[in-house]
């Protein structure tokens, strides 16, 4: 599209402007007042501490700007596109950031959260957004806990379909599309709670911690004289002691086999078969959380 090219001071006006261009320009410590653009474009533009009060930038580009520490009070950004942006250290105070882009900039994650959209849905698709944006940059720190905010919006937008308290879910969700959100979320939440979505490979210790006790109190309390010493000399069962039953679940649940205590009714094996799987599938889970972290 055609753009008038005009300088940066003459844009400091009541009045919208469309479709102009500023480029190669530096400025800093200006006052953009009131300004009001449309599908207009920043192009190589220098505006480092620039000051946006009261601002309507809408549909606009801003492509190699530098407008670190530039602060933005109650502007309105809605559809804009960053690329290759230095904003870090920006501050943004009342801003309305509904479908903006962020691409290959520093940005001051801290404030860009600070002004995410109320609806669920857009705040997703602007997470995202942020979240591509720092692995786009190396960010990979950021770029997890970007991960675990959109999860948990995620998590939050699924119980709002499973509600169904305002006229937009009413319109668009029936009984089926209900329940298969209420799995997704719990789904969603088993992740969060066993290993943080992959990204807390405490939380995948902390479980499988307890797992073994929750096991090691079944064998104890909930069997008998009912398993084959191999310590002993011929077919003797014994009844396991409260750390042996530690021990038992300990060796059956990392997968190494059932140690010195063999199951010998159907109830220990069925204990002993339901933890030994739950071993491989944690093994499972921390080979992939390893490599995660090993591939980045």
Known sequence: MDLEIISIK?????????????????????????????????????????????????????ENCYLRYATFNNVDLTGSVFINCDLSNIKLNSCNIRYVEFKN?????????????????????????LRLNQ????????ADELLLKILDAEKSLLMERVKCETSY????????????????????????????????????FRAALTIIIVFAILIYFCTNAEYLSTTTAGNVLVELS??????????????MGYGNYIP????????FVTENTLGYIFLGFLVSGVYRRISK
């Open 10 to 62: 003459e844009i400091n006006l009541e009045v919208e402007r469309e479709k102009v261009c500023i480029r190669y320009e530096e400025e800093d410590n200006l006052l953009l007042q009131k300004v009001r653009l449309f599908k207009s474009t920043f192009s190589n533009v220098g505006l480092k501490k620039a000051n946006f009060n009261s601002c309507s930038i809408n549909n606009s580009l801003f």
């Open 105 to 129: 900039c520093q940005i001051n994650l801290k404030e860009v959260l600070g002004c995410l959209p109320q609806e669920t849905n857009l705040k997703i698709q602007l997470l995202k957004e």
């Open 135 to 142: 692995i786009s940059i190396g960010d990979n720190k950021g």
């Open 169 to 204: 879910h009413q319109e668009r969700e029936d009984f089926v599309s209900r329940v298969k959100a209420y799995f997704n979320y719990i789904l969603l939440s088993l992740n969060d709670l066993i290993w943080g979505y992959g990204l807390k490979l405490s939380r995948l």
């Open 242 to 255: 409260f750390w042996d039953s530690i021990y038992v679940s300990y060796t059956n649940f990392i997968t």
């Open 264 to 271: 010998n009714t159907t109830t220990t094996k069925i204990i």
